[in-house]
């Protein structure tokens, strides 16, 4: 007798869908169930929606069991309640035509006696985001708002967010913000207080006004201990948003927030000391004493908590270094390295003890870096022996930070060798007077020794910088020169090509031949910087011998200040976005939020589909409510820049690319013979009267350039036409032309306490402007213009701050080409504004 097949039925499981058969087969089981009034009837359907939600999940399409699914959801069953609003939720969004079929459920359920299901079935209906089923929101939302339980409430609250999101004109027509603020004030539930304050700041855009008034501000303040950790944090935010109308109010808010600088959660006492310094920044006195009072709480974060906490409260305490250095001096010892601190938590340290380094703890903060420079972490060694320069460049204790430097170099290992000596070149850079001392040492190290090409390089510059003072400088450089082939970094070939010309104006008969040997090397060099170098040393001294000194080995003079990495723009900026990523990332909002501003590693889609803000299909806000959506419209950032200078023409610096034959042998075979004698030293000769252009340098033949013909001046349309949804339309599918910055006048600035004033001034020079918004200090314009007998348009974002009376310029255009020239036209115009 043949074995027994098992059924399918029986071989199916939720972990394992079968595919189309398998839906097929629940289709049919959900219909013989669905008005099935048996005892174990939810039991089994328990099991099928399981399945369903397994088939579900693994990508199969199980859309056509819809209408069944909702057949079995007439049940008091919350467990099947879930698992159908579930499937409801996934499906109805891309099949718009079935989910009508929820409506009439939903709503009812909506009713039900059971808050948990009327909260559950609310959520759904809310999450089902069909723009055609809007109509059937309004009045459960409006319902759910005044349910006596809290928790449909909440999620009323919420729900009238999302519908803001999917029409804001429905939202707004059924008065469901009003409703959210008088429930925000008069609800006795905590929890959901914090939940209405959350989808009012969702809905902002319209009714800033009332979100941040001192009622209702006040109230949120009064009952902050009730709420969660996240609930205080909201509200917090919204507090430093808040525009106190005098000095009192400033402190009554600060004494309702003093105990939370004692609260155990990091996020809210950051967000705590947010709210401080923004409100007492006009106060200055009243400042400095709340960098006092922060002090005690951050220093206890961070010596409490998790390591990633510690991180991030230490960048915001650096960031305050940064600002008020003096206040901090005292605490240095609480920057110490502990052993069980990860590499990225010691990092910050050693910045916070350069940082706050100063006359009084100098010679205590730089013996605790002369500790880790013999650090097992490498990097940590590395980045303690910088600190101590940088202490050194600080004009503290210089003397006995030298003494410290140098003896670094006695400790034969690599990397404090290579450190050391580029730390020892930054500081005979700035004190001179110190090059005995540091000659003598730096003299008995051996390059061989060193393999590191930054701390070779700064040995090399030094040899060339002190050549006269070094009895060996001259041999050395020879030994380097020899084996200028087994040396790959171009930074060394480079040092290496000027130290030796330096060296040949101080000691011409010891470097001669050394010269003539470095400069056919580098002229064979395969590197385009090295070759080109080495070509313009040989033609400055072909041309004139004096010339060459005095280009190469001027008369040196002492650095006083190093350059800065970041602008004080940059720290400012910063520093209003206190409590917030950028202080981790130690850069401004928009350098990691916009596209135009990240690598184009970091994201997948094309460089010429860059937007600004959400501008997706599904976030597009209809053209007719440009002037009155501006949250939607207007990106919330205060103070907005770009990269300025840096991207002013959409790119970063070129790159050149030589020809291959100026790389290979006929470069060679194509010298002069002068050129070739450099390799026997007594053929060196001097030509004054030889005159090379600088197009000329490499030997191209380039004759000289025509004189450029000034480009065709650019005209206007005086009447341009645009509605709203082709501007959206095209911002969103333009590349950016241009990203500048430019500066207003002062009368400019004040007029803007009226921005139609400027709307108007930029009318008047054929510039029209199609929305606006903003609050001061900070404006936004959208601005169009037509070129004058073409179709082509010119789109503006100007986003000016009336603080710095600084404009950044967005440029995008159908005529690339063109926008060069209405770039100066309209900075032009807006140069002009305010002084007619």
């Not at 009952?223 to 109010?249: G, M, Y």
């Not at 500081?427 to 070779?456: F, T």
């Not at 090295?530 to 072909?542: E, G, K, N």
């Amino acid at each position: 007798m043949a074995p027994t097949v098992p059924s399918a039925a029986k071989s199916a499981s939720p972990s394992q869908p079968s595919g189309k058969s398998e839906v097929a087969d629940l289709k049919q089981q959900l219909r013989q169930l669905a008005g099935s009034r048996a005892a174990d009837a939810d039991d089994q359907r328990r099991d099928v929606f399981k399945r369903v939600i397994s088939c579900m999940t693994a990508g199969i399409d199980v859309s056509a069991a819809f209408g069944e699914m909702v057949l079995c959801s007439a049940t008091s069953d919350v467990v099947l309640k879930k698992m159908c609003y579930l499937y409801v939720g996934v499906h109805a969004r891309n099949h718009p035509d079935l989910a009508l079929l929820t409506i009439n459920f939903l709503q009812r359920d909506c009713r039900d006696q059971d808050p948990t299901i009327r909260g559950l079935a609310l959520r759904s209906l809310c999450s089902l985001r069909v723009p055609n089923l809007v109509e059937y929101l309004v009045t459960p939302l409006a319902t759910g708002l005044k349910d006596p339980s809290a928790y449909v409430r909440m999620i009323a609250a919420v729900g009238a967010a999302k519908l803001y999101h999917i029409s804001a004109t429905a939202c707004l027509d059924a008065d469901l913000p009003a409703a959210l603020k008088a429930l925000m004030l008069t609800d006795p539930d905590a929890q959901e207080i914090w939940t209405l304050e959350a989808a009012k700041s969702e809905e902002a855009a319209r009714e800033i006004e009332t979100l941040y008034s001192k009622p209702t501000v006040f109230y949120l303040l009064n009952r902050i201990k009730e709420f969660s950790e996240w609930a205080q944090c909201l509200v917090l935010e919204l507090v430093s948003k808040f525009l106190p109308s005098d000095n009192n109010e400033i402190f009554d808010i600060m004494n309702l927030l003093e105990d939370r600088l004692q609260h155990a959660n990091g996020a809210v006492v950051l967000a705590t000391i947010k709210v401080f310094l923004h409100l007492t920044m006009s106060m200055t006195d009243v400042h400095q004493q709340v960098y006092e009072r922060i002090k005690a709480p951050l220093l206890t974060l961070v010596g409490a908590g998790s390591p990633e906490q510690s991180y991030s409260v230490l960048c915001h305490l650096h960031l305050l270094v940064m600002r008020a250095p003096m206040l901090f001096s005292s605490d240095y010892k609480s920057f110490y390295c502990q052993f069980s601190d990860p590499s990225y938590v010691k990092k910050l340290k050693l910045e916070m003890l350069t940082a706050i380094a100063n006359e009084s703890n100098t010679y205590e903060i730089v013996t605790e870096l002369c500790e880790y420079a013999g650090n097992v972490d490498v990097p940590i060694a590395r980045e303690s022996i910088r600190a101590v320069g940088k202490i050194a460049l600080q004009q503290y204790d210089v003397n006995a930070i030298v003494d410290r430097l140098l003896q670094f170099l006695e400790m034969d290992k690599d990397y404090v060798t290579a450190e050391t000596l580029v730390l020892v070149k930054d500081l005979l850079r700035k004190y001179p007077q110190w090059s005995h001392d540091c000659i003598a040492v730096v003299g008995n190290i051996s390059s061989k020794n060193i393999q590191e090409p930054k701390g070779k390089a700064a040995l090399i510059w030094m040899l060339g910088e002190y050549s006269q003072d070094m009895h060996d400088a001259p041999y050395i450089l020879e030994s380097l020169v020899e084996n200028w082939e087994e040396e790959h970094s171009p930074e060394v070939r480079l040092h290496l090509l000027t130290a030796v010309m330096k060296c040949f104006f101080k000691r011409p008969p010891e470097t001669q031949m050394a010269l003539g040997a470095t400069l056919a090397a580098g002229l064979a060099d395969t590197h385009q910087d090295v070759h080109d170098r080495a070509l313009f040393y040989y033609r400055l001294l072909q041309y004139d011998p004096a010339v060459a000194e005095r280009v190469v080995n001027p008369p040196k003079q002492a650095v006083s200040v190093f350059a800065d990495t970041q602008s004080s723009e940059i720290k400012d900026r910063i520093f209003d976005e206190f409590n917030s990523l950028s202080v981790v990332y130690q850069k401004p909002s928009y350098m990691f939020t916009d596209k135009e501003h990240r690598g184009p590693f970091e994201y997948s889609e094309d460089l010429t589909n860059l937007t600004v803000g959400a501008e997706t299909s599904e976030n597009t806000i209809s053209a007719q409510r440009y002037q009155e959506n501006d949250n939607d419209l207007l990106l919330s950032t205060s103070d907005k820049e770009d990269s300025g200078t840096a991207t002013s023409n959409g790119s970063s610096a070129s790159t050149y690319n030589a020809p291959s034959d100026l790389l290979g042998p006929s470069l060679l075979s194509s010298q002069t013979a002068s050129e070739t004698s450099l390799i026997n030293p007594g053929g060196l000769t001097y030509s004054s009267q030889s005159n090379f252009s600088l197009d000329d340098l490499l030997g191209l033949g380039v004759p000289e350039a025509p004189v450029p013909q000034p480009a065709p001046a650019l005209a206007l349309n005086s009447k341009p036409v645009l509605d709203p949804a082709t501007f959206q339309k095209k911002w969103g599918q333009l590349a950016l032309s241009l990203s500048q910055e430019c500066s207003l006048s002062p009368q400019g600035a004040a007029s803007l306490m009226n921005p139609q004033s400027l709307i108007r001034h930029m009318q008047s020079n054929y510039v029209q402007c199609i929305a606006s918004g903003g609050q001061p200090p900070n404006y936004k314009f959208f601005f169009y213009a037509q070129k004058d007998g073409a179709t082509a348009f010119f789109l503006v974002e100007c986003i000016v701050n009336t603080a710095s009376a600084k404009a950044q310029i967005k440029i995008k255009a159908d005529d690339g080409t063109a926008s060069e020239a209405f770039s100066t036209i309209f900075q032009s115009a807006l140069s002009k504004f305010g002084l007619s």
